[in-house]
């Protein structure tokens, strides 16, 4: 049964799926720079629903391009990855101007957790799909998700204004709370980048090995755990597409609650808004860390090995309350910038970490191989962590005062 749903209509090599695979995130490296200078001038509101629009519409035209061309479907993989880059720092730019500090913590996990909701959805509901005669079997994916992604940027330039005074629907005592309880407001007008105060800022190169650290470690254990529990524990397809998708469950359900209890511990008074954001990265990155050097003495021990996977990625959702909201912290002025920035970085991860498995495993799908994964990722957390834990703050940078362009 499984081998017949195998069968698909191209016959592509392992070396050729992984291109495709791959290329997308050459375009997405490149989209996060456009979207340092696009997200300055235009505003998150435009930046993001454009590249979504854009991104929907690429979709729509997947389908043809790939009976078309194998080449021609891979450009248009790279152009999909240069229109979702500007994403972030868009969606950061917006952060920054509609939640206040205090906040932060539990809307950003929230935020976050719509990024991995969306992945399993989308995985089961194009594993469905695809193995259906709607719309011609996997072809309807790219129709379904290109026509939703066309209605849900109409919502959104309708429904969203890139700052809170012009919302034409906000209540006075909506934009009373963001207001009083954001010390710092973010500018609506362009502003010139201080790129030689951002390049040697302390606070923000700090974010920048964070975020590269992270990255290296989620990146490796969320893309490589179907091929490590198929070659390692020996699980079925069926079991295997199940227990992948597991980690994302659980990190669904433990960010929003790591961003409940971290946004109370300023509130309380226990520690302090830099400290808060110090606890929650080092509970996101170190116990994760421990999880992947105990990967290294699981052995064949199935049930241990996703038990440690599905924590080490439940433990990491805290990182969203802490260093993946100091961009907002120290610079609200240039929060979508910074993001460009981190994301860019981070996102060669992506093309990184399968390679460097790859080197690793191929032809050697042993234990000591994938020790040695584990191990790069466990040094990776360990490393990320640390670099923030040393140098990051929550204080407001003296660069983020305006020099209107």
């Known amino acids: 049964m499984w081998m017949t749903s195998l069968m698909g209509e191209f016959d592509w090599d392992e070396t050729t799926q992984g ?28 930046t993001l629903g454009v590249s979504v629009l854009s991104v929907s519409i690429v979709s729509l035209l997947s389908p043809v391009c790939v009976r078309t061309s194998t080449a021609l479907f891979v450009g248009l993989r ?16 917006l952060m920054a101007a509609w939640i206040p500090p205090k906040d932060k913590a539990s809307f950003s996990s929230i935020v976050f957790v719509g990024n991995h909701m969306g992945t399993v959805i989308s995985m089961g509901l194009g594993g469905v799909m695809s193995g ?54 973010k500018l609506s007008k362009a502003l010139k980048v201080p790129w030689k ?52 469950v659980c990190v669904i359900i433990a960010s929003p609650l790591f961003g409940a209890i971290i946004d109370k511990i300023p509130e309380k008074k226990w520690l302090s808004m830099k400290m808060t954001r110090k606890l929650a990265t080092g509970v996101g990155l170190y116990p994760s860390c421990g999880c992947l ?37 120290i610079a609200p002025n240039f929060t979508g910038v910074l993001t460009g920035i981190t994301n860019a970085v981070a996102s060669i991860t992506g093309i990184v970490a399968p390679l460097v498995v790859g080197v690793i495993t191929t032809g050697n799908q042993t234990l000591s191989a994938w020790r040695i994964v584990f191990g790069i990722s466990a040094v990776a957390y360990f490393i990320g962590g640390s670099a923030y834990l040393m140098f990051g703050t929550d ?9 209107t362009i």
């Not at 790279?78 to 969606?91: A, K, N, R, T």
């Not at 309807?140 to 700052?163: E, N, P, T």
């Not at 204080?395 to 020099?403: A, C, T």
């Open 19 to 46: 291109m495709i695979l791959g290329c997308f995130f050459y375009g997405y490296t490149v989209g996060n720079l456009l979207g340092i200078i696009v997200s300055q001038y235009l505003g998150g509101r435009v």
């Open 78 to 93: 790279i152009v999909s990855g240069v229109f979702q880059g500007p994403l972030y720092p868009s969606m950061f730019t």
């Open 132 to 185: 259906s005669d709607f719309l011609g079997g996997w072809p309807s994916v790219f129709y379904v998700f290109g026509v939703v992604g066309l209605l849900w940027s109409v919502a959104w330039f309708v429904l969203i204004r890139d700052q809170p005074e012009r919302h034409p629907w906000i209540s006075s005592k909506e934009l009373s709370y963001i207001r009083s309880n954001s010390p710092t407001v």
């Open 197 to 248: 105060d951002i390049a040697t800022s302390m606070p923000f190169l700090c974010l920048i090995i964070f975020a590269f650290g992270d990255c290296i470690g989620f990146f490796t254990i969320l893309t490589e755990i179907p091929t490590y529990l198929n070659n390692i524990q020996h699980f079925d397809l069926a079991s295997n597409g199940v227990l992948s998708a597991l980690p994302y």
């Open 293 to 329: 050097v105990a990967m290294c003495f699981v052995d064949c021990n199935a049930t241990l090995a996703i038990v440690l996977l599905c924590l080490a990625v439940s433990l990491n959702g805290a990182k969203y309350s802490g260093g993946y909201v100091s961009e907002q912290d």
């Open 395 to 403: 204080k407001v940078q003296p660069w983020n005062e305006p020099k």
